[in-house]
């Protein structure tokens, strides 16, 4: 699920200006859509826990770390140029939303996080005819 959510967003830099990379939009679009569920300091305490469990798996994440808003810094010095398919430092932006959509399984259940996951994408990234090419033009 992970992947598809950063395909999907990297399918965004192609129709547009540049943006922030595809993590930090999914990240955002998780923290906007969570804070309202579980507030802000819920929300802190996952994406740290996530950012905790990521850093084991990857040293590209040393530099980020969450604020006590919940966002995420010091990524983009990271991730300024992302592809997924192609760059391996995306593979940290992977492991990092991998593990806190994990975290969200596992505390909130599969159900609720799929619902969570549908309004903060309504529908078209999980609309497998959008998968290939990630966001419509």
Not at 10 to 23: C, F
Not at 58 to 74: E, F, K, V, Y
Not at 120 to 132: H, I, M, S, T, Y
Request: aromatic content about 6%; proline content about 4%; some cysteine.
């Amino acid at each position: 699920m992970a992947h598809r959510l950063l395909t999907y967003e990297a399918g965004a830099d192609k129709t547009s200006e540049p943006m922030e990379s595809p993590t930090v939009r999914v990240y955002e679009k998780l923290r906007q859509c969570l804070g309202e569920f579980v507030g802000t300091t819920g929300f802190h305490s996952l994406a740290s826990r996530a950012l905790t469990l990521s850093r084991t798996e990857t040293p590209t994440l040393c530099a980020a770390r969450i604020a006590a808003d919940g966002s995420l810094q010091g990524l983009g010095n990271i991730e300024t140029q992302f592809e997924i398919d192609n760059d391996p430092a995306g593979d940290g932006g992977i492991i990092l939303i991998a593990r806190l959509l994990g975290l969200l399984r596992l505390f909130l259940g599969e159900a609720l996080t799929q619902s969570l996951l549908r309004n903060a994408w309504p529908g078209e990234v999980f609309d497998d005819r959008n998968l290939e090419h990630g966001r419509r033009a």
